[in-house]
């Protein structure tokens, strides 16, 4: 499994992102996805986690109500939607799969991971 995530960049405090994240080697009904970020000086968390053949998700509270999930089946990709970002989503944020299609919000559970991408929320 190969993971490319990409999309991220600087934006200023209510601003919208969107980042991709594009999968090889497995079906997305196939695997579980999380998407992780990590902050300078802290711990990598979970932000949103999702089961893409049964629909269902974990979100951390930090971005409930601002942050969504979606998918392209035909270019086998999922999408981080990141609205209302504040300066305190700024991190690297990384796409993780699992083959169990179970997701799970720990990120030791995920053996494929992407690159990661710098998301900066500044004015």
């Known amino acids: 499994v190969q993971l490319q995530a990409s999309g991220g960049g600087l934006v200023q405090p209510r601003e919208s992102l969107r980042l991709s994240c594009a999968v090889s080697?497995?079906?997305?009904?196939?695997?579980?996805i999380g998407w992780f970020r990590q902050a300078p000086g802290k711990e990598r968390e979970g932000v949103l986690c999702?089961?893409?053949?049964?629909?269902?998700?974990y979100y951390s509270d930090a971005v409930k109500g601002r942050f969504t999930i979606s998918r392209d089946n035909a270019k086998n990709t999922m999408y981080l939607q990141m609205n209302s970002l504040k300066p305190e989503d700024t991190a690297i944020y990384y796409c993780?799969?699992?083959?169990?299609?179970?997701?799970?919000?720990?990120?030791?559970?995920?053996?494929?991971w992407g690159q990661g991408t710098l998301v900066t929320v500044s004015s």
């Open positions: 993780a799969a699992k083959s169990s299609v179970r997701y799970s919000s720990s990120w030791d559970d995920y053996p494929y």
């Open positions: 080697g497995f079906a997305l009904d196939d695997i579980a």
């Open positions: 999702a089961s893409p053949r049964d629909g269902k998700l």
